[in-house]
């Protein structure tokens, strides 16, 4: 898979796996079915963690979350210092566009997680909020 995204491009481990390719998740340590969503989410991660300077340990990928009597996957959550939620980060397909539906999925999640800062992404553009206000780019650590 080679979509262009915004984010700077590294160099991804890729496998072929039973015909399918799958690329290494280097936060979770596992390999994952490469999807347009994954390619998203694995250059999301590098960026936090190569541009950004946040710590791996403080960051979560697709953990389960109860919202009312449904069970939902957030993407990313990076964590303070202090191990509460910070950012929650949505990621989408590069080719699903990131309208009202996306941001309030979102902000569904963030009613459980309650990090300060959102963040909703397709890799192509993306829309960053602090305390509910857009601003131009994710903080650094």
């Not at 960026?47 to 710590?55: A, R």
């Not at 993407?75 to 303070?80: F, T």
């Amino acid at each position: 898979m080679n979509l262009e995204l915004k984010y700077p491009a590294y160099s991804p481990r890729i496998r072929q796996q039973n015909g399918q390719p799958h690329i290494f998740d280097f936060i979770r340590r596992r390999w994952l079915a490469l999807t347009p969503e994954e390619w998203v989410r694995q250059h999301v991660l590098n960026y936090l963690v190569s541009i950004k300077n946040y710590p791996a340990p403080v960051i979560a990928v697709e953990k389960e979350l109860q919202l009312n009597d449904l069970k939902k996957r957030y993407d990313i959550v990076v964590y303070s210092p202090g191990m509460a939620p910070h950012i929650i980060v949505e990621c989408k397909a590069p080719y699903i566009e990131l309208n009202q539906a996306v941001l309030e999925q979102a902000q569904r999640y963030n009613l459980i997680v309650k990090a300060p800062i959102l963040m909703i992404t397709n890799g192509v553009s993306d829309a960053v909020y602090v305390s509910g206000q857009r601003v131009q780019e994710l903080p650094a650590f």
